[in-house]
């Protein structure tokens, strides 16, 4: 089995896990149904997988942004400061007491 296939799907049922069951759930209804002979169970597993995949391509293509518009960034603080600099502090060392 290839090493990439167990990361796929665990990134997949990280993302969207109630996508992801729904999916299994229909192959597996699917596959049952086919070996069994009992074509209700069958249909009902690939229209489930098939309605799940639908619904989430259509999350996905309502979730991207058709064109990013390019908006001015918003500054909050000046280019530069308005005040002076402040004056550089000298420590003046203390005499020994005589």
Known sequence: MNVAF???LKSAYRKDPIVSVLITMGLIDALIGGFDD???LFAFGL???GL???W???KIQQ???LQEVETASQL???PRSSSSALPMLS???KKPPQ
């Open 91 to 93: 420590i003046q060392k």
């Open 38 to 40: 009992s074509w209700s």
């Open 76 to 78: 909050y603080l000046p």
């Open 52 to 54: 799940t995949l639908c």
């Open 56 to 58: 989430r391509l259509f």
């Open 47 to 49: 229209g489930t997988a």
């Open 6 to 8: 167990p990361r796929l």
């Open 63 to 65: 979730n991207r942004p």
